[in-house]
């Protein structure tokens, strides 16, 4: 199980630090899926709770298996509520990413649900996290100074209030997830229009003038995109997701065979 007293995490340090860290999503709830990534050299993943069919029955075995294989376990939240954050969080996740955080008022409303009072409004329960009771004030120490909360930039109302975003205490970094962001503009995943493009280079001035972490979700699996972004000083990356790594490969090599036959 999980020890909750081993100080500040890795990915905790990498973001203060404005550290290259490289994950992946986890839309397939199966722990084989998961020992295959671990292989891969990933150094988190994120589970999917918005756009998946993942329950939160079965939420605990895989932050479970995440972490038994060298990894950090963030889920993404299917709303920035307080029973979603806490129920995770409660199963022992190292952090959360909460989808569609559009201003400050949304931004400190996810920090509250994350931590425990003085500093939030998280309500107390035992499970997991807290090693079923044994372990509650180790916990709390934990939440306070290691548990990552990132806001994703999903929306153009985001972009403009991104300064604000990032002024409150608990938000740790950003994640970028374009096809929302478009669709926010009106137009889903067309990211080479002049407007949009606008928009993600908002948040690269941004962010590099208030010295932010930068996040992005790079959908495609393409190491060709994530350098891009590293070279743009992104740090905080999604590399593609599961069934596109399994379905890219598929295809591209079915493809090789055809024209040999």
């Given at each position: 199980?999980?020890?909750?007293?081993?100080?500040?995490?890795?990915?905790?340090?990498?973001?203060?630090?404005?550290?290259?860290?490289?994950?992946?999503?986890?839309?397939?709830?199966?722990?084989?899926?998961?020992?295959?990534?671990?292989?891969?050299?990933?150094?988190?993943?994120t589970i999917d709770m918005e756009h998946s069919p993942i329950s939160i029955e079965t939420i605990m075995n895989l932050i479970g298996h995440i972490q038994g294989n060298g990894m950090q376990a963030?889920?993404?939240?299917?709303?920035?509520?307080?029973?979603?954050?806490?129920?995770?969080?409660?199963?022992?996740?190292?952090?959360?990413?909460?989808?569609?955080?559009?201003?400050?008022?949304?931004?400190?409303?996810?920090?509250?649900?994350?931590?425990?009072?003085?500093?939030?409004?998280?309500?107390?329960?035992?499970?997991?996290?807290?090693?079923?009771?044994?372990?509650?004030?180790?916990?709390?120490?934990?939440?306070?100074?290691?548990?990552?909360?990132?806001?994703?930039?999903?929306?153009?109302?985001?972009?403009?209030?991104?300064?604000?975003?990032?002024?409150?205490?608990?938000?740790?970094?950003?994640?970028?997830?374009?096809?929302?962001?478009?669709?926010?503009?009106?137009?889903?995943?067309?990211?080479?229009?002049?407007?949009?493009?606008?928009?993600?280079?908002?948040?690269?001035?941004?962010?590099?003038?208030?010295?932010?972490?930068?996040g992005f979700h790079i959908v495609e699996s393409d190491h060709s995109k994530i350098l891009e972004k590293i070279?743009?000083?992104?740090?905080?990356?999604?590399?593609?997701?599961?069934?596109?790594?399994?379905?890219?490969?598929?295809?591209?090599?079915?493809?090789?065979?055809?024209?040999?036959?």
């Open positions: 199980m999980k020890n909750f007293s081993h100080g500040t995490s890795l990915l905790k340090q990498k973001l203060q630090n404005k550290e290259l860290s490289i994950g992946s999503w986890l839309t397939i709830p199966h722990q084989a899926v998961i020992e295959i990534l671990s292989t891969a050299g990933f150094e988190w993943l963030l889920v993404r939240v299917s709303k920035n509520e307080e029973v979603a954050i806490k129920r995770v969080l409660d199963a022992g996740a190292d952090g959360v990413i909460v989808p569609m955080i559009r201003n400050k008022e949304e931004a400190i409303q996810a920090v509250n649900f994350v931590k425990y009072p003085p500093l939030g409004k998280r309500g107390v329960g035992l499970n997991r996290a807290q090693k079923y009771g044994t372990a509650f004030d180790t916990y709390q120490d934990w939440v306070k100074n290691n548990v990552v909360v990132i806001a994703q930039i999903e929306h153009i109302d985001a972009v403009n209030n991104l300064e604000d975003i990032f002024s409150v205490p608990g938000i740790d970094g950003i994640i970028v997830g374009p096809y929302d962001l478009s669709a926010s503009m009106g137009f889903p995943g067309e990211y080479d229009r002049e407007d949009v493009k606008e928009a993600l280079e908002r948040i690269d001035i941004v962010a590099k003038k208030l010295n932010k972490p930068l070279n743009k000083g992104y740090s905080f990356l999604a590399f593609s997701l599961d069934f596109f790594f399994l379905g890219d490969k598929a295809r591209q090599e079915m493809n090789l065979l055809k024209e040999k036959l």
